[in-house]
Structure formats: structure tokens, C-alpha cells
DNA sequence: AAGACACAATTACAGTTGTAATAGTTTGAT
DNA sequence: ATCAAACTATTACAACTGTAATTGTGTCTT
């Protein structure tokens, strides 16, 4: 996994979609995309090309064209950008980044029951993991 | 506030100071820099200065150099940043990524205690805004 | 008034990113 | 064998970034 390769935004989507469902041709990544999304398929083949130099996709041959596929975890670009933002935004403070968050988000009676229940658990788990001071 | 200039992450470090203290010199801000920041004075400068140009900084006449202080408010560039990271790595969902980083991240009993107070605010908030489906 | 010092302003330069256009190559059809 | 279609690969180019060095200017000292 040998230190993350940088993923721009626009290199994001792509590998948002190939971690979904691959292996997948440039023309299905294409398809995939966002709607709103109006880049033009040299646009979209540009970033493909740009992650490959990444080693962040490999490909393999099926007859006439190419299939994607991730050469990188989700989970781990996910934690990267996150401690990434968090350092830039919240000087690495995670439980304010979570206040700030809470805060600021309409979340659904769900949601926030299952944030609940997670909190419950690691409560429980930390107290094993750290005797409270 | 016109659409937030966009930070980039060494801006950043600049902006998160003169958030903090203001108005402040060029010197100090350098002073006030992380101790493992080794940027060159000029470097910092060039920094304020993209932030002049980007009107994320203003300044006042002081004697003999210039004192800076933050045109944007750190609450509107947070949330901002925030919303740009939620959308690349998450899609938007905020409760997808609010149990990511609850299960990925070390909290102390305070930190949990005082998660778990916001979120039984919210929990009664929402059901009087937004009667429960 | 001249020179030095301390700042600010301008310029530099390579790497990344967004956004493609154009050139090259393989393959299926005739 | 040749042409066109469909892909991939290469090239383009400006804006933004990281990282400064160099130049210009106002002020303090002597």
C-alpha cells in the first residue's frame, strides 16, 4: 500500500466508481458517472490514464478494449483523505471535527440512533482498551 | 461572502493562525507556525500573498510592515471545506461518514460523553422540527 | 544625503489538475 | 490487403501549488 498515491477530486469519481463495481471499460465508467457530470470521454479517459501512472488502477485486456480495475483500497483512501482534511481543517482534533459536524448536519432519527449505538459500544470497548484515568 | 475563495492546504495552515490572532505580522505568523514547518520566510510571504490576492486576507499599514487579518470567517471556510470533503470521499451522505470516523477514531470518555449529549439535543430537536416519519 | 536594513512586490519554475484535441494502433468488415 | 471504427497514448495548455530567489522601496543610522 506503499504511502497512498495523491487522488484529485476529479480522479475521485472515477475511483468511486471502479471500487462500486469492476472490473469496468472506460466507456462504462463513462456511463456511470453522475449525471450532472459533463466531462467529455478524453476528459474522463485523461483521469483513467492519470490513476494508472498512480498505480492507483491496473488494467486488463478483454478483446478490442481495456477493464479497469482498483489497484488501491477504498478503506484506505478513505482514511487518508479523512486524516488529511482533519489535520488541515481541525489541526487533527477528531472529536471536534465530530462536534462541529454533528452540529452542523440534519441527520435522520436513524441515523442518529445508530451513531448512538456506536458511541454505546465504544464506551464499553475503550474502558477495556484504556482503564480510565 | 461570495462563494469562498479556495484554500489550499498551505493556505491553510496560514489562515488557521491569523484565525486565531489578528491582526499579526508577517513575522509572527512565521513564529506561530507549527515548530516542524519548515517553510522559508519568502515562502510564507508568497502564501499571504495569494491569500491578499484571493481577498481571504486584508492588512493594515503598521510602522514599518503590515499587520494581516482574516476577510472570511474560519466558520463559512470550515464548513465549506467540509462540504467539499463530505462530497468527494462520501458522496454527501454525512451519516455514512459521521459512523466511519466514530468507528476509525480513538476517543476519550469526555469526547464520547460529550457526543453522545449533542446528539440526545438533536435527537429531541428534530422531532419537534421535523415530525417524526 | 548615502548606505544599509527590513519589508513588500515581482518573478521563477516545476509539478498537479482540469479540460481536452490530436495522433497512433488494433481489429472487424469488405 | 485496405479502410474505417474504436480504442489507447501522446501532447497541449492554462490555472493553481509548493517552494523560493530576486528586485524594489521606505526608513533608520551615521
Redesign the pocket.
Same mark, same amino acid.
Given at each position: 500500500m506503499e504511502s497512498m498515491p495523491?487522488i %484529485? =477530486?476529479? =480522479?475521485w469519481e472515477i475511483m468511486k466508481i471502479v471500487w462500486k463495481e469492476n472490473p469496468l +471499460?472506460? =466507456?462504462q465508467i463513462v456511463q456511470y458517472l453522475p449525471a450532472d457530470t459533463?466531462? %467529455?470521454d478524453? +476528459?474522463v479517459? +485523461?483521469?483513467i490514464?492519470?490513476l494508472m501512472k498512480k498505480k492507483a488502477l491496473g488494467y486488463q485486456k478483454s478483446?478490442?478494449?481495456?477493464q479497469y480495475y482498483p489497484l488501491i483500497s477504498e478503506k484506505e483512501c478513505v482514511r487518508a483523505e479523512s486524516k488529511s482534511f482533519l489535520n488541515r481543517v481541525f489541526n487533527g482534533a477528531a472529536g471536534l471535527m465530530m462536534t462541529n459536524f454533528l452540529e452542523e448536519t440534519q441527520l435522520s432519527d436513524k441515523e442518529i440512533e445508530r451513531l448512538q449505538q456506536i458511541l454505546m459500544e465504544k464506551q464499553s470497548q475503550d474502558s477495556k482498551d484504556s482503564p480510565q484515568s
Open positions: 495523491k %484529485s =477530486e476529479s =480522479e +471499460t472506460a =466507456e459533463d466531462w %467529455s478524453q +476528459t479517459r +485523461t483521469f490514464n492519470r478483446g478490442r478494449s481495456y
